[in-house]
Nanobody
Framework: QVQLVESGGGLVQAGGSLKLACTISGRIGRMYAWGWFRQAPGKEREFVAAITWLDERSEYLDSVKGRFAISRDSAKNTMYLQMNSLKPEDTSVYYC???????????????????WGQGTQVTVSS
């Protein structure tokens, strides 16, 4: 069984920063990638960023490029999302997820992920 636990959410003013963490436990094996998604009230869940486990290739939602940075610490089985220059429109519940897909897996599609965390709230005030 695999578990993902997020932490680091909170309330911040526009322009501020937060750093989310996601720790994975259990049988990781040949995990392909893990990513961050977010969902605001009344909206569909959207891809934010992802990073591959072995070679650390990353992808980002266009609106967060240059502001967010995804990274991982394999020794700690932890993934991070550093969020800078936060905007009110970044307010959402942020979820981390992990996928054991193949090399060609589209990491931007949530249905390609096998396990999910419980989510952490990020609120950006104007």
């Amino acid at each position: 069984q695999v578990q993902l636990v997020e932490s680091g959410g909170g309330l911040v003013q526009a322009g501020g920063s937060l750093k989310l963490a996601c720790t994975i436990s259990g049988r990781i094996g040949r995990m392909y990638a893990w990513g961050w998604f977010r969902q605001a009230p009344g909206k569909e869940r959207e891809f934010v960023a992802a990073i591959t486990w072995l070679d650390e290739r990353s992808e980002y939602l266009d609106s967060v490029k240059g502001r967010f940075a995804i990274s991982r610490d394999s020794a700690k089985n932890t993934m991070y999302l550093q969020m800078n220059s936060l905007k009110p429109e970044d307010t959402s519940v942020y979820y981390c997820a992990a996928t054991w897909g193949l090399y060609s897996t589209n990491v931007r599609i949530d249905s390609n992920y096998n396990y999910w965390g419980q989510g952490t709230q990020v609120t950006v005030s104007s």
